[in-house]
């Protein structure tokens, strides 16, 4: 066989490698095909709630860890002047957890030690439940997100193997592609959205420990401030 022959023998070859690797998938075509749609929509709102809700409360929370470092100043020296209703009107001028505990406090003034630190403490509580507020929805998509990709992944292998048993004697790539295809795409699917919704889960339980931490140094400081001698 002549060198002519095999070049010619190879250019067919070369072209179908071509046309081949010509056609590439975008993303769109990834994420809405037809056959894991079914999956893939589902995983889309989670991952948009995610985000909204992760925005939502990390705003929320850089608000209530906003320290003005006079405040606490400020309500010792009203305090020891004894101007407790100046105090409470500057409680009430900031719009913070902090303000709100030690408000709460200073109502109870008169009262026991005791009631005054349980008031603040339940007080702090529901502040820090207002901040917590749905952030175990993004843990639950966290977890979620890669095991519904792992339904799909599973659904589609039953599919695949189906074809393959409806087509013993017919058995090719586009029997099985299907099935494949929709199992490895929502796997990818399912895992991004619990890898991202995972990292923002963390993130906000990072933050509003920072905000209890200094909660609570506050509201020990407001009471050793009540055992200074008037």
Known sequence: MSYLTLLQAEIPVTEAVTEATEHQLSIFELVFDVHSLWIMIPLIIMLCLAIYIF???????????????NFMNNIRDFIHDGKI?????????????????IEKGLSRLGKPLNDIATAIENTGKLEIQRLEKRVSIVGTISGAGPMLGFLGTVVGMVIAFHNMAANPNNLDVSTL????????ITTVGGLIVGIIAYFFYNILVNRISNVVYMLEAKSTEFMDLLHEPM
């Open 55 to 69: 925005v939502e409360r990390l705003l929320a929370i850089n608000k209530a860890s906003q320290e003005d470092r």
């Open 85 to 101: 209703e100046s105090a409470v009107a500057l409680c009430k001028g900031n719009d913070t957890p902090l303000a709100r505990m």
């Open 177 to 184: 592609s299907s099935g494949i295809y929709t199992a490895m």
